[in-house]
């Protein structure tokens, strides 16, 4: 029998790029279990619920595309986030010791001296977009140096990385635009990674999946995918966050003491709080692998359920005074970073560009306030600022 909700929550509507946590509250109130018909989708909104799905890879898979429509399999082949066990652990085994915690820690010096020099770029100013300039300009240089981009290609990558993430209003799929800047990427990044064939293998990503494909364990025609979505994954989940937190400074919602700790850096529940509070990827899907109920529903084999990070990071059966932003709150179970086999790669990197990142910005400039209107990204996943124009008051 076809289930009818109320219209209630659509994730590509300007009501949800604009506020979509008062339709959250509903769902997770009303309908915990909610038909979308438009998308012909479910969505997830309790913070069990969502954990639970994330934890079952094998009834909710990744397999066939975790977005809507036409942004399903933009990667391409090699997208550790589009693919299951055991092909998806193999492919994510040769990314994985770069990107624990202890070796980040190794690339903290590169990170907070690329913050040093847009910084340095704007210190003559007295107007800056904070947005173009730093939230969005940090992430994309440091996951770039992390792959081995030459520096000579860093200005011509970034604006291609730009172009190929750029996501226009009305948006039903990447523009033609979009797929020229994609085309263009890859052909670059596959040679990067080829030229580093049968070497001594660089310190780089590329030196890994070259020896990778060395090994027999990945094959060249999974470089696009896998590097693809590092530079997504690293790119606006990062600016996203570190602009929700100029965005808190700029209009005086936070305080600079608030977010420095006696080290003078941003402490790392600030941080966790603020991927609580408004998740940078809102939400992504699955598609069942078999019928299955869920709060009383039977829905069948094939459909595509989003589970909602963000409606389950401010869930109150969870945390007490959801929507208030507690910056001292131990807020680090919070589903921002997913959970499971998928759970964030970046984590450690994405924290440690975050704290590096505002700490030396906070260091650099005096305190700065909202001019004019911040535009968000125009993402039905991705919530954060492209644009943050602010005013530094000396
Ligand atoms: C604040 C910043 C970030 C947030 C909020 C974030 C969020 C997420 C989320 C929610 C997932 C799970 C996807 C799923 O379940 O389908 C994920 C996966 C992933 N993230 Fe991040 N991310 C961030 C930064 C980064 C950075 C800096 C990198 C760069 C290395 C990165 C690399 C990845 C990769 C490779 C995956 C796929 C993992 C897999 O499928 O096994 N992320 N991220």
Same mark, same amino acid.
């Given at each position: 029998m076809a289930v009818i909700h109320p219209?209630?929550?659509? #994730?590509? !509507?300007p009501e949800a790029h604009e506020n979509p946590y008062p339709a959250y509250e509903r769902l997770r109130d009303e309908?915990?279990?909610?038909?979308i018909e438009k998308h012909n989708a479910w969505a997830l909104s309790r913070y069990q619920d969502v954990k639970e799905g994330l934890r079952d890879w094998e009834l909710f898979s990744s397999a066939q595309g975790v977005?809507?429509?036409?942004?399903?399999?933009?990667?391409? #082949?090699? !997208?550790i986030q589009e693919l299951d066990p055991p092909r998806h652990d193999v492919l994510r085994k040769i990314l994985a010791p770069r990107f624990l915690n202890r070796r980040i820690k190794d690339y903290e010096p590169m990170i907070r001296s690329s913050a040093q020099e847009l910084v340095a770029n704007f210190q003559n100013k007295v107007e800056i977009d904070l947005g173009a300039e730093f939230t969005q300009k940090l992430p994309i240089l440091t996951i770039f140096r992390i792959l081995g981009i030459p520096e000579s290609e860093m200005g011509w990558a970034t604006t291609t990385g730009l172009r190929m993430l750029n996501r226009p209003p009305n948006e039903n799929g990447p523009t033609t635009e979009a797929y020229e800047a994609r085309s263009q990427l890859v052909e670059f990044l596959e040679k990067e990674v080829e030229r580093r064939r049968n070497t001594d293998y660089p310190d780089d990503v590329f030196g890994d999946m070259a020896r990778a494909i060395d090994q027999g364990l990945m094959e060249s025609r999974e470089i696009q995918g896998l590097s693809l979505l590092l530079v997504a994954a690293g790119m606006e989940t990062t600016t996203s966050l570190m602009g929700t937190i100029v965005h808190a400074l700029a209009t005086r919602q936070v305080s600079r003491q608030e977010l420095q700790s006696a080290q003078g850096d941003l402490p790392q529940t600030a941080i966790d709080e603020f991927l609580r509070f408004?998740?940078?990827?809102q939400w992504l899907a699955r598609v069942t692998t078999r019928d299955v109920e869920i709060h009383g529903q039977t829905i069948q084999k094939g459909s595509r359920v989003l589970m909602i990070f963000a409606s389950a990071n401010r869930d109150p059966r969870e945390f007490e005074s959801p929507d208030q932003l507690i910056?001292?709150?131990?807020?680090?179970?919070?589903l921002a970073f997913g959970?499971?086999?998928?759970?964030?790669?970046g984590m450690p990197l994405a924290r440690l560009e975050a704290k590096a990142g505002i700490s030396e910005l906070l260091k650099a400039t005096p305190d700065f306030e909202m001019i004019g209107t911040p535009q968000r990204y125009q993402s039905h996943v991705i919530r954060g600022y492209e644009s943050l124009p602010v005013i530094l008051c000396p």
């Amino acid at each position: 029998m076809a289930v009818i909700h109320p219209d209630i929550y659509d #994730p590509v !509507s300007p009501e949800a790029h604009e506020n979509p946590y008062p339709a959250y509250e509903r769902l997770r109130d009303e309908y915990p279990l909610y038909r979308i018909e438009k998308h012909n989708a479910w969505a997830l909104s309790r913070y069990q619920d969502v954990k639970e799905g994330l934890r079952d890879w094998e009834l909710f898979s990744s397999a066939q595309g975790v977005e809507l429509g036409e942004y399903v399999q933009f990667f391409g #082949p090699g !997208s550790i986030q589009e693919l299951d066990p055991p092909r998806h652990d193999v492919l994510r085994k040769i990314l994985a010791p770069r990107f624990l915690n202890r070796r980040i820690k190794d690339y903290e010096p590169m990170i907070r001296s690329s913050a040093q020099e847009l910084v340095a770029n704007f210190q003559n100013k007295v107007e800056i977009d904070l947005g173009a300039e730093f939230t969005q300009k940090l992430p994309i240089l440091t996951i770039f140096r992390i792959l081995g981009i030459p520096e000579s290609e860093m200005g011509w990558a970034t604006t291609t990385g730009l172009r190929m993430l750029n996501r226009p209003p009305n948006e039903n799929g990447p523009t033609t635009e979009a797929y020229e800047a994609r085309s263009q990427l890859v052909e670059f990044l596959e040679k990067e990674v080829e030229r580093r064939r049968n070497t001594d293998y660089p310190d780089d990503v590329f030196g890994d999946m070259a020896r990778a494909i060395d090994q027999g364990l990945m094959e060249s025609r999974e470089i696009q995918g896998l590097s693809l979505l590092l530079v997504a994954a690293g790119m606006e989940t990062t600016t996203s966050l570190m602009g929700t937190i100029v965005h808190a400074l700029a209009t005086r919602q936070v305080s600079r003491q608030e977010l420095q700790s006696a080290q003078g850096d941003l402490p790392q529940t600030a941080i966790d709080e603020f991927l609580r509070f408004d998740a940078p990827a809102q939400w992504l899907a699955r598609v069942t692998t078999r019928d299955v109920e869920i709060h009383g529903q039977t829905i069948q084999k094939g459909s595509r359920v989003l589970m909602i990070f963000a409606s389950a990071n401010r869930d109150p059966r969870e945390f007490e005074s959801p929507d208030q932003l507690i910056l001292t709150r131990d807020g680090s179970r919070n589903l921002a970073f997913g959970e499971g086999v998928h759970f964030c790669l970046g984590m450690p990197l994405a924290r440690l560009e975050a704290k590096a990142g505002i700490s030396e910005l906070l260091k650099a400039t005096p305190d700065f306030e909202m001019i004019g209107t911040p535009q968000r990204y125009q993402s039905h996943v991705i919530r954060g600022y492209e644009s943050l124009p602010v005013i530094l008051c000396p």
